[in-house]
């Protein structure tokens, strides 16, 4: 069970680290914890905080829009520049350490946007909970001197969804998101009409009311994930012949629903064996 006094002494701990801070760039998503992270570093430091959010086909154009928006919101200052992992073969390849390079490259071009605006301090929004899964871009950031604030005041996905709600964040049951490249196996090469096809998938589902999801790229097969709670839902007709319809219009052969439900991370299973 949560607990909320040491949820709040977590939250003063994060404080208190971004106090020492002159000013800040913060890498954001829109998601649950960058949103988090960068609310309180904007109540901390005021206009000395930058939020920078990477535009890249890795990454739905609907998430970077709220992004935007949340930002414009609050009057925190927000810049949106591009992001070039799709030219890494590194990255093309899919290799298991395809988030190591993707990262790397990424905090690179923080750094840049960082120096160029004279902040001499990136933060990424990593929580505790992340450092129980198979995470290289943390090696990545770390190795280039991005900070980890929420990891530092271990603070963890659900004390971050509380701590939100508190604070009217309306991210703060925002469903979890990653970069589209985590719906191909390793080893199967990406591309950018890969990676559409992707995003229009999962775009489909979340029109019919779905929230917490992926498409998994197999191929010719789209392997749908969706709350263990949904999978009745989801297999019902008339929306499992709608699904199965527009699924293949976006250029699957087939399309099948994982009984086991939406996992996170589940791809990373093969590296287990």
Same mark, same amino acid.
């Given at each position: 069970m949560l607990?909320?006094?040491?949820?709040?002494?977590?939250?003063?701990?994060?404080?208190?680290?971004l106090e020492g801070l002159d000013s800040l760039v913060v890498a954001f998503s829109g998601?649950?914890?960058?949103?988090?992270?960068?609310?309180?570093?904007?109540q901390v430091l005021g206009e000395k905080v *930058?939020? +920078?959010t990477a535009s890249s086909k890795t990454y739905p154009?609907?998430?970077q829009e709220e992004a935007v928006e949340f930002t414009r919101k609050?009057?925190?200052?927000?810049?949106?520049?591009?992001s070039?992992?799709?030219?890494?073969?590194?990255?093309?390849s899919n290799s298991p350490d395809r988030c190591y390079h993707c990262k790397?490259?990424?905090?690179?071009e923080l750094r840049a946007v960082a120096h160029k605006k004279g902040f001499p301090h990136i933060a990424h929004a990593a929580?505790?909970?992340?450092?129980?899964?198979?995470?290289?871009? *943390?090696? +990545?950031?770390?190795e280039m001197g991005i900070i980890a604030p929420l990891v530092d005041a271990r603070l963890t996905k659900e004390e971050i969804r509380f701590l939100s709600k508190e604070m009217g964040l309306p991210t703060w049951d925002k469903p979890a998101m990653a970069c589209l490249a985590s719906r191909f196996p390793y080893g199967e090469p990406i591309t950018e009409e890969k990676l559409r096809m992707v995003e229009e998938a999962e775009a489909i589902l979340s029109k019919e009311g779905f929230r917490q999801f992926r498409v998994r790229y197999h191929g010719s097969v789209a392997r749908i994930e969706v709350e263990p709670s949904e999978i009745e839902r989801m297999t019902q007709d008339p929306l499992r012949r709608k699904i199965a319809e527009k699924l293949r219009g976006i250029g699957f052969l087939h399309v099948a629903v994982d009984l086991e439900g939406y996992v996170s991370g589940s791809l990373n299973r093969a590296l287990k064996k």
């Open positions: 607990d909320h006094a040491e949820a709040k002494e977590k939250k003063k701990t994060l404080i208190r680290q998601g649950v914890d960058s949103s988090f992270l960068l609310a309180v570093a904007h *930058l939020a +920078a154009l609907k998430e609050r009057g925190i200052p927000h810049i949106v520049f591009p070039d992992e799709c030219s890494l073969p590194q990255f093309l790397k490259s990424l905090s690179e929580n505790l909970d992340d450092l129980g899964d198979y995470r290289p871009g *943390l090696r +990545a950031a770390s």
